[in-house]
């Protein structure tokens, strides 16, 4: 079983999106799937209770630690291969320890609306953790300078980012509307590509031993 902890403090980043389209992309693989809902918005639960496939992936929400730990501990009993723990937009006890919890955690930022202070809380929570994380750019534009000031700010904040970002695009609101993935959604469009993109760059991660990249960081 593999955990995935999708955290920035910054609100709106896309946090929920991340998790809602990487969880489909692990299930369209062949991943037996659970998202946990650990946001008191419940975002991600919402839109599971709405949608007609509720076989894989699955969501369900956990409020504190203690209900956290259950959850992980019950599936790694009932075979589950594959859980994106979404997090709410705040520094919070319950997303550090769902970034502990967590194999590789993912920090979106919004290629936009940038905000450094929230990026660097969540980014030094997690090296404070000494666990295995990268930025995701999310929402980039066709403005390359935004794109390139952005990668040079996040690049000063002791994280990796990944080279796969999710651009601004209308299937990923269209998505969430209609309580789909961007995957079921426009199987052939370019956010079905990019989503399936980072799923398989985040495998890729998740099959590397950690100690590889703390021997190549010196
Ligand atoms: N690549 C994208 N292109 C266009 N819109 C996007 C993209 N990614 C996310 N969005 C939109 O941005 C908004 C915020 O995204 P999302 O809810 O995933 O953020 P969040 O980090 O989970 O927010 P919160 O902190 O409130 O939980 C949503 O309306 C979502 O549809
Ligand atoms: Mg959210």
Redesign the pocket.
Known sequence: MKIITIA?Q?????????ATNLATASAKAGHLTLIIDA?S?K?ALDWFNKRDNQENPLVIAAENQEKLQNLLNLAEQKGIERIFI?T??AAAELVNFAMLKADFSLL?C?AGGFDVGAQRTTAAALLQLKKQGAFVI??ATTRGQELAETRAILHGLGLPISEHK?????A??DA?VFNSSVIELEPNGK?AAEITKLFEWLEIKLKKNPLLDQLQQG
């Open positions: 920035t910054k609100g709106g980043a896309g946090k929920t999106t991340l946001d918005q975002t979404d709410q937009g979106p919004s999310t929402k999710t651009t601004f695009l209308k990923y609101k969430a956010a």
